[in-house]
């Protein structure tokens, strides 16, 4: 890009930014809840570690939001994004145990830590405990979100016009949003244990809800809000929509398609998983009736060898699976610039950020 | 009670308010989240009928707290309310997962029936895939009281004075006690899977996160501030603090000695179960080496007989545990009328409600 920032750099510097209030607050925050009861400091050091894993997207996005239109210093903001953050750490905290995921970014998920931690204090049935410890965590993370989130009450009064109301607007469009997501998580987990077949709609409702909504438009709309431009709302969510299904369909490939080394996963692992993907489901739409008997030996075996990933990666693209969803894609990204264009935002450099940053997030190497 | 109305009476009436407010938010919101993806209805409904077997003690005392000091109209109470309600189902739908409960007052936990539904459906692994599908509806729970509570922005803000800055200070005691409720509830899963016996002081920090400092301070003191009472935080927190142990130590009683066909329980489930209660460790502290021996015998096995749950019964008397428990939870208790006769609150009416919630809690038949 000819920007001065690119989108990777915004996003560096935003999560160190994040990264800092994210060790204040929890220095605060392990004393003040120790002090109520013994285990606080030790809670909040963990969800400060676990959290710290992550790309920081949401919290940055919450600064961008703002950014777009000019309040890059609003009241609220760093009080915001670090709100995100909890929130994001709680979802993921409880994700990895519906997904049986014992490691999270090269480290032990917070589940399996606490089991580890059970068994070798003598627990009769460790992973119970570990799990139990695990549900507690993710809520206090959803706590201490909310916590923060009661700097908007002040941020957004002080910015002016309508005060409370703004910030009543604020607050209710993140826990409305996040109940969106809770459901999505719900078909997602549906999805992967039950036998019946998702639709495409079910797919892209998923998609919407868990990617889209979510982790692009909730953000960015919560800081165009602390920016007093709530007006810009459903903009951004045509924008975000766009933007998040995109993303979720370049995943999808990266999951089909990536090479082993650079995923950090095992090839087809998407396959050996059965995971009801869109690129999935339009697969078995198209596959004759010998095709399709195969894919369903395929899908869902954890046996499968690297002829048979290239099997199914071969037979999406002669179907024209891929070429399409890829022409899909790409019409999404210029229908999301275009958006972004003619976006009423007042910073010239924040909106070629958030340009760059869209075109990376669907054309990044797997 | 001599006053107009029973503390009981006065439950029974803003029970049936709350249940009004929830089914009127639940229809609305199942609308709408059902809008975002298939299944937002069922949700919704689900949680409405879990929380509707509640006694909605938390969301009355948020009124209560408002009507002590004559704001009995005050604006966000129907919502804040409604809050409170939805972090409790969301609290108790998590703690059904973690205490194994398949019922809770009468019909299925939600974990229990989302196992059921799974098993008819043909998941692999019905229980797991019942257990997520739970984890998240209690997130969703806390999001939806997130989005209620947003009317406090406006409603605290309305009603003057410092506007935002007390609105954010009624959301971040939410956020903060909540967190405190997390981190007791871990303490809880410990103490009953763990082989380490807790110390008294332990017990009792549970006792006050779990118990005193949310099911009775926090609402109060949400309704106080509601009322632009911020300034009786302390207060409150202080007859919280008396009455939610006195209540616990009752309820700890009600366990050991009370009748099964009142309670609902198996005679000496406490006892069966190895409950970690305060009553348990005083007991095994004042027994002597024979005694210890023979209790370590009866705690967690599940096979004792009424015969040994006398024992115990008689054990705790003749060792004057149950006398010294019961003359601190009345000492408890006139310190807690003394408080709420000394609170500087305008309503008479309400404050008497208040000292006859206080005596019934602790003084309720068993």
Same mark, same amino acid.
């Given at each position: 890009m000819s920007e001065q920032r690119s989108a990777q750099d915004y996003l560096a510097a935003r999560r160190s930014d994040i990264l800092r209030s994210l060790e204040a607050i929890s220095g605060e925050r392990g004393a003040e809840l120790e002090r109520a009861l013994p285990g606080g400091k030790e809670l909040v050091d963990r969800i400060f570690e676990y959290a710290s894993r992550g790309k920081m997207l949401r919290g940055s996005l919450v600064y961008l939001g703002a950014e777009l239109f000019g309040r890059a210093g609003a009241p609220g903001l760093a009080e915001t994004a670090a709100a995100m953050e909890f929130f994001q750490a709680g979802l993921l905290i409880h994700d990895d145990i519906m997904d049986r995921d014992e490691r999270r970014r090269g480290a032990p998920s917070v589940h399996a830590a606490y089991t580890e931690g059970a068994s070798a204090a003598g627990a009769g049935d460790p992973s119970h405990l570990g799990e139990s410890l695990a549900i507690c965590a993710g809520d206090v993370c959803f706590f201490e979100a909310l916590r923060l989130l009661s700097a908007v009450a002040v941020g957004v009064g002080a910015s002016g016009s309508s005060g409370g109301a703004a910030a009543a607007s604020l607050i209710a469009l993140c826990g409305s949003e996040l109940s969106v997501v809770g459901l999505a998580q719900m078909a997602d987990c549906r999805f992967g244990e039950l036998p019946a077949e998702p639709t495409e709609a079910e797919i892209l409702a998923m998609y919407r809800g868990k990617t889209a909504r979510y982790s692009f438009s909730m953000p960015l709309a919560v800081g165009a809000a602390l920016a !007093?431009?709530?007006?810009?709302r459903a903009a951004i969510f045509a924008i975000g929509d766009l933007a998040g299904l995109a993303f979720q369909l370049r995943d999808d490939e990266i999951g089909l398609y990536g090479d082993s080394e650079r995923t950090?996963?095992?090839? !087809?692992s998407d396959i050996r998983e059965n995971k009801k993907t869109l690129w999935r489901a339009r697969l078995f739409a198209r596959a004759g009736e010998e095709d399709r008997r195969r894919l369903l030996t395929l899908y869902g075996n954890r046996d499968i060898d690297s002829l048979d990933v290239d099997h199914v990666r071969k037979l999406t693209a002669a179907l024209g699976v891929r070429s399409e969803i890829a022409q899909w894609r790409d019409t999404m990204i210029e229908e999301a610039k275009g958006l972004v264009a003619a976006l009423d935002a007042s910073d010239e450099s924040a909106r070629a950020i958030l340009v760059d940053l869209v075109e990376w997030l669907v054309n990044r190497k797997y």
């Open positions: !007093g431009r709530d007006d810009t950090g996963k095992v090839a !087809g």
